[in-house]
């Protein structure tokens, strides 16, 4: 069957460390990966695609990576500060066709402490 | 630019109600999604919209009628609401030609 798990429920980590987040997928060959931010209360916010030709997309303290042969994702945050502190979904596609429909993970809910 | 809106924000039904939750949209996106977000169920999608005047099934349809007659707009209805349809429901939209997708704030549900 198809599945896409977020390994971590909740990370918690010191600030000014670097946060990791996984997720890994199976049976499915998705064209590309997004990542959201949630914050309690609101709706995702995007933070990050990457394509299945693309091994690290970096923006800012956000980085990336993509092994489709590992069919997983790492999500890293440097220098974690308290205010990056939310839930992260990752999202792939995996419905195919034009639609462009998205299969969520659970998420992961990160702590950074001061 | 409001991007989504939802409303109602928060709504208490009882068992058999019907409502209707609005999602609206002012980046002239094509593409417009429903879904439902439950305790350690993650976001799953209800009913999408590829245009105005479509609408297609996902993942958790059943229980619900969507409708797109107005490009900006897209309706979720629950005609007899039951207590499973507790959940808080985000609605988002897409741009043609774009992965990107544009939530809103949520509507949260309490099915009594």
């Known amino acids: 069957s198809q599945k896409i798990e977020q390994n971590s429920e909740a990370l918690n980590i010191q600030e000014g460390k670097t946060a990791t987040l996984t997720c890994n997928y199976t049976?499915?060959?998705?064209?590309?990966l997004q990542w959201y931010r949630q914050d309690p209360g609101r709706g995702p916010v995007f933070l990050l695609l990457?394509?299945?030709?693309?091994k690290e997309k970096r923006k800012e303290r956000l980085k990336v990576t993509f092994d489709t042969t590992l069919k997983q994702s790492l999500f890293h945050i440097t220098a974690s500060q308290p205010a990056d502190s939310a839930t992260y979904l990752c999202?792939?596609?995996?419905?195919?066709?034009?639609?462009?429909?998205?299969?969520f993970g659970k998420g992961t809910k990160l702590s950074v402490k001061p | 630019n409001a991007g989504v809106t939802q409303t109602p924000k928060f709504r208490v039904l009882k068992t058999g109600q019907s409502m209707t939750l609005l999602c609206a949209q002012d980046?002239?996106?094509?593409?417009m999604y429903w879904y439902r977000q439950d305790p350690g169920m993650g976001l799953r999608l209800i009913h999408y919209?590829?245009?105005?005047?479509?609408?297609a099934k996902g993942e958790v349809p059943d229980g619900y009628n969507v409708s797109r007659l107005k490009k900006q707009n897209f309706l979720l209805g629950l005609e007899s609401a039951a207590p499973s349809q507790t959940s808080v429901y985000f609605c988002?939209?897409?741009?043609?030609?774009?992965?990107?997708?544009?939530f809103g704030p949520g509507t949260r549900l309490l099915v009594l």
């Open positions: 919209s590829v245009g105005e005047g479509t609408t």
């Open positions: 990457i394509r299945e030709n693309e």
């Open positions: 980046m002239n996106h094509e593409y």
């Open positions: 999202a792939l596609d995996g419905y195919g066709g034009s639609q462009g429909n998205l299969i």
């Open positions: 988002a939209s897409r741009g043609a030609n774009k992965e990107t997708q544009y």
């Open positions: 049976n499915y060959s998705p064209a590309y």
